[in-house]
């Protein structure tokens, strides 16, 4: 899975944020399944030449948030999962949205418009 | 256990800089051209002078005072490498080896194979970028518990800038190798730094835990009369500027609740923007 995972150093974001957003995504979606491993701290620093101390607090706050599990002396695995609700993961994209529609709004596009454009990049 | 101590460190460019390095941790040191980053490094390598009241340990004792098994525990890469200009890659590995109780043949090898570098070519004959990675090689193969870095990706390509950060980053998980490095390249920074310090005119501005900085310095737009005057006194103000009604400051706000201190002031209209270690870098210097 480490290829999935994306960092942007410069983006104003702490990094274990991005990385924490970014696995709760994949775990939501479905793409890491109930009880597959996560990657070591030591592999995910060294591939995306982070320090390897942003992957631990990053872990950690996904072992909070319990959507992993770490059972002893064994790797972390994802937890077996209650799904993920819509809600939810209509949360993970309001930062998204907000944007999009500020910029939207800055070109004075309107909604229909942004709609569509929506719409036709659905496809 | 710190791995650098450093208190009231003066000298001709260094003005009572205070910093520590704690073991196992990857301090970035960014500043601008002639903010005094070499000067330190130096400083620290014993190859240059301090002020006699300056108090500064590295790896527990004065630097340039090492015992020989502490001296081989220091990785410096330079910021021009220098030396073995004769020789090969191989024959200067051979050349040094021996004095390096730890030396790893096979992370050299790794290392020459990953930089892609020609090791039967004479140091002289490489191009800066590939006499720097020489030097990286050089210093990190025998496996130091304490490497300083003057900027040691500033003739490197991407390509070979990317494979040092992961190997340097694969080393630092291995070995808990503490680091210190000079940079001009934010996001290298904020990808492998725990710490960072940032020098302006011989001085630090901003030391500490990246994500602290990142959390407790912000800047902070306002609204404020133009006719009345504006005192910063009991906050951290990095620096400020103004245009007409609307005010800007970079304020390290140390656990204050600096917008409650500047509404309290008459200000109206507050704004506060956490910044990338880039704009952070540009406000100071604005």
Known sequence: MIHLLQIKPNSGEPIYLQLTDQISRLIAGGELKAGDELPSVRDVAKSLAINPMT??????????????????????RVAESQQTE?????????????????????????????????????? | ????????????????????????????????????????????????DKSPYADVKVMGHVPGCWP?????????????FWGFDAMSIREAIKTIKPFYENWDDALATELINEFDLPEHQQIKKLSEGQKQLTSIVLA?????????????????????????????IENHCDLGTSVIFS????????????????????TSVISG?????????????????????????????????????????????????????????????????HLNLDDLFLELHS
């Open chain 2, 183 to 202: 940079t001009h390249i934010t996001s290298d920074l904020e990808r492998i730094a725990s710490d960072v310090l940032i020098l302006k005119d011989g």
């Open chain 1, 55 to 76: 992957v631990s607090k990053s872990y950690q706050a996904l072992l909070a948030k319990e959507l992993v599990i770490r059972p002893r002396g064994q790797k972390m």
């Open chain 2, 209 to 273: 835990d990246i994500e602290s900085v990142r959390e407790s310095v912000v800047r902070m737009k306002f609204n404020f009369p133009k006719h009345k005057k504006l005192t910063f006194d009991g906050l951290s103000v990095l620096s400020s500027s103004s245009h007409g009604d609307i005010q800007q400051l970079l304020v390290d706000q140390g656990g204050l609740d600096v917008k409650q201190i500047l509404t309290e002031k008459g200000a109206s209209n507050i704004h506060c923007e």
């Open chain 2, 140 to 168: 990190m193969s025998f496996r130091p518990k304490l490497l300083v870095l003057d900027e040691p990706v500033a003739s490197l390509d991407p390509l070979s800038r990317r494979v040092f950060l992961e190997k340097l």
């Open chain 2, 1 to 48: 256990m710190s791995m650098i101590e450093c208190k009231n460190l003066s000298n001709n460019s260094l003005k009572s800089l205070d910093f520590f390095l704690e073991e196992g941790r990857v301090l970035g040191l960014l500043g601008k051209n002639g903010a005094g980053k070499t000067t330190l490094l130096s400083v620290l390598m014993g190859v240059l």
């Open chain 1, 86 to 123: 819509l809600e939810d993961k209509l949360t993970m994209l309001k930062p998204l949205t907000g944007e999009l529609v500020q910029q939207a709004k800055e070109l004075k596009i309107d909604l229909q418009k942004l709609q569509l454009l929506i719409q036709q990049s659905w496809k």
């Open chain 2, 68 to 80: 020989e098994a502490i001296k081989n525990e220091i990785g410096y890469v330079p910021q021009r």
